[in-house]
C-alpha cells in the first residue's frame, strides 16, 4: 500500500518549490490549479485501493486522459459515455468527489474490464488488454499508459526506498503462457522452489502436498490482507511448520492492518485489530476464522504466524 498524499505530491510537485537532483518528483504539466489537481489524484488513488486496482496504473490513466483537470475530464468522450452508461447526465461530475465524477467512475469501470479480462484465475486481470479497452482501443495510448505507470512508479520508490512494485502489465496472460509457473514465482520466487523441488520428490509425497497446499493457501491470505505490493518471504523447517516473513515498515503495516479490519469486513461478521506493546499486531478475520499475527523481527521485518 503506498503513501497516497505522498505519492500525488510527488507527481505534481511544480519545479518552483526548488531543483530536484535526485529525481524524486515529476513536475507534471496540469490543465487545473494544484489544489484542484492534487484532490483529484488522491481520488483517483483512493478509488484505485477501494477497488484493488494499481494506483500507478489508475494514475498514468487518469492523467492521460484528464490531466487531473475536472473540465478536461467532463469534456472527454470516454468519460461521456462512462457517465452515461452510469445513468449521469450530461452536465454532471463537476465536482471530484461527486457519484458522477469522472475520478469516481473509472475505477469501478476499469474494474469490471479487469474482471472480464479474467481467463484464468491464477494468472488474474490481463492489465494490457484492459487499458487499451478503456481507452477505445487505441495500443498508442494505452502504451503510453503502461510506460507512464512505470515511471510513477519508480519516482514513488526514489522516496520510499523500502517500496517495490509489481508491475501487473508484467503478469497478463501473455507474459504467464511463456512460463506456466511465472505467476506462483511472481508471488513468492523462494515457495516457487520450493514447490518444485516438493513435485519431484517421491518420498512423503503426502506431507509434502499438505505442506504445498497450506503455504499456497497462508499466502494467498497474506497476499489478499496485504496487496501485491509487499514483500512475503517462505520457508519450512520441516512439513508441520512453514514459517513467512513480511518485509514492511511499522507505519504502512500498522495502516493496512487497520484498512482490512475496518473496510474489508462485513457488520455480520466484523474483523477486529489489535496493537501489543506498540510491536506486535494481530489481526482477528472473522471470515475465515484466523488469527494473523505480525511480530517484530527486526528494522522492516516482521514474522507472521496464522493460526
Same mark, same amino acid.
Given at each position: 500500500?503506498?503513501?497516497?498524499?505522498?505519492?500525488?505530491?510527488?507527481?505534481?510537485?511544480?519545479?518552483?518549490?526548488?531543483?530536484?537532483?535526485?529525481?524524486?518528483?515529476?513536475?507534471?504539466?496540469?490543465?487545473?490549479?494544484?489544489?484542484?489537481?492534487?484532490?483529484?489524484?488522491?481520488?483517483?488513488?483512493?478509488?484505485?485501493?477501494?477497488?484493488?486496482?494499481?494506483?500507478?496504473?489508475?494514475?498514468?490513466?487518469?492523467?492521460?486522459?484528464?490531466?487531473?483537470?475536472?473540465?478536461?475530464?467532463?469534456?472527454?468522450?470516454?468519460?461521456?459515455?462512462?457517465?452515461?452508461?452510469?445513468?449521469?447526465?450530461?452536465?454532471?461530475?463537476?465536482?471530484?468527489?461527486?457519484?458522477?465524477?469522472?475520478?469516481?467512475?473509472?475505477?469501478?469501470?476499469?474494474?469490471?474490464?479487469?474482471?472480464?479480462?479474467?481467463?484464468?484465475?491464477?494468472?488474474?486481470?490481463?492489465?494490457?488488454?484492459?487499458?487499451?479497452?478503456?481507452?477505445?482501443?487505441?495500443?498508442?495510448?494505452?502504451?503510453?499508459?503502461?510506460?507512464?505507470?512505470?515511471?510513477?512508479?519508480?519516482?514513488?520508490?526514489?522516496?520510499?526506498?523500502?517500496?517495490?512494485?509489481?508491475?501487473?502489465?508484467?503478469?497478463?496472460?501473455?507474459?504467464?503462457?511463456?512460463?506456466?509457473?511465472?505467476?506462483?514465482?511472481?508471488?513468492?520466487?523462494?515457495?516457487?522452489?520450493?514447490?518444485? &523441488?516438493?513435485?519431484?520428490?517421491?518420498?512423503?509425497?503426502? &506431507?509434502?502436498?499438505?505442506?504445498?497446499?497450506?503455504?499456497?493457501?497462508?499466502?494467498?491470505?497474506?497476499?489478499?490482507?496485504?496487496?501485491?505490493?509487499?514483500?512475503?518471504?517462505?520457508?519450512?523447517?520441516?512439513?508441520?511448520?512453514?514459517?513467512?516473513?513480511?518485509?514492511?515498515?511499522?507505519?504502512?503495516?500498522?495502516?493496512?492492518?487497520?484498512?482490512?479490519?475496518?473496510?474489508?469486513?462485513?457488520?455480520?461478521?466484523?474483523?477486529?485489530?489489535?496493537?501489543?506493546?506498540?510491536?506486535?499486531?494481530?489481526?482477528?478475520?472473522?471470515?475465515?476464522?484466523?488469527?494473523?499475527?505480525?511480530?517484530?523481527?527486526?528494522?522492516?521485518?516482521?514474522?507472521?504466524?496464522?493460526?
Amino acid at each position: 500500500m503506498i503513501k497516497i498524499l505522498s505519492f500525488c505530491a510527488a507527481l505534481l510537485a511544480p519545479e518552483s518549490t526548488g531543483l530536484d537532483p535526485h529525481g524524486r518528483a515529476l513536475h507534471l504539466e496540469l490543465h487545473a490549479d494544484f489544489n484542484t489537481s492534487y484532490e483529484a489524484c488522491i481520488t483517483t488513488s483512493k478509488q484505485a485501493r477501494k477497488y484493488g486496482i494499481d494506483p500507478f496504473v489508475s494514475a498514468a490513466l487518469m492523467y492521460k486522459i484528464t490531466k487531473f483537470s475536472p473540465e478536461l475530464a467532463r469534456k472527454s468522450n470516454i468519460f461521456r459515455k462512462i457517465r452515461q452508461d452510469y445513468g449521469c447526465g450530461k452536465n454532471s461530475g463537476q465536482f471530484i468527489r461527486s457519484s458522477c465524477s469522472s475520478f469516481m467512475l473509472f475505477a469501478p469501470h476499469l474494474a469490471d474490464i479487469l474482471q472480464k479480462s479474467v481467463s484464468d484465475p491464477q494468472k488474474g486481470p490481463n492489465y494490457h488488454v484492459s487499458i487499451q479497452n478503456f481507452v477505445n482501443n487505441s495500443h498508442k495510448k494505452a502504451k503510453i499508459v503502461q510506460n507512464m505507470a512505470k515511471r510513477f512508479a519508480d519516482v514513488y520508490s526514489r522516496t520510499h526506498t523500502y517500496f517495490s512494485w509489481s508491475n501487473p502489465f508484467n503478469k497478463s496472460p501473455q507474459v504467464a503462457q511463456v512460463d506456466p509457473n511465472q505467476q506462483k514465482r511472481r508471488y513468492n520466487p523462494d515457495l516457487h522452489t520450493m514447490v518444485d &523441488q516438493l513435485r519431484y520428490s517421491r518420498p512423503y509425497d503426502r &506431507q509434502r502436498r499438505r505442506l504445498e497446499q497450506r503455504m499456497q493457501y497462508d499466502l494467498s491470505i497474506l497476499h489478499q490482507i496485504l496487496g501485491p505490493n509487499v514483500r512475503i518471504q517462505a520457508k519450512s523447517r520441516d512439513f508441520d511448520h512453514p514459517e513467512y516473513f513480511v518485509h514492511i515498515n511499522y507505519r504502512d503495516l500498522k495502516e493496512i492492518l487497520i484498512y482490512s479490519a475496518g473496510n474489508t469486513s462485513s457488520r455480520l461478521k466484523p474483523h477486529t485489530f489489535k496493537e501489543y506493546d506498540g510491536e506486535t499486531f494481530v489481526l482477528l478475520l472473522a471470515a475465515p476464522n484466523l488469527t494473523v499475527n505480525f511480530t517484530p523481527q527486526g528494522e522492516n521485518l516482521y514474522f507472521v504466524t496464522i493460526k
